[in-house]
């Protein structure tokens, strides 16, 4: 098979596929916009969170091996 799709193969023209239909659009938009809510709002501050709460625990436990030398 040549590396020409199917839709090509048949002499028609990517134009001819029209647009996507209105749905599709809120769909995506609407996905989209969950998804950066989600990782923005949500499972950053969660990471920091877990973040600083290592740095914390990583700082006490050499603090007290310092202190018990």
């Known amino acids: 098979m040549s590396g020409r799709s ?3 193969s048949e002499g028609r023209a990517l134009s001819d596929k029209g647009w996507a239909p209105l749905r599709y659009w809120v769909t995506w938009w609407t996905a989209l916009g969950v998804g950066v809510v989600l990782f923005y709002v949500v499972l950053t ?3 920091l969170g877990l973040r600083a709460a290592a740095w ?3 700082v006490r436990a050499r603090l007290q091996r310092g202190s018990s030398r």
Do not use: E, T, V
Request: no cysteine; glycine share 0%; net charge neutral.
């Open 56 to 58: 914390l625990a990583d």
């Open 45 to 47: 501050p969660l990471w």
């Open 6 to 8: 199917i839709w090509r």
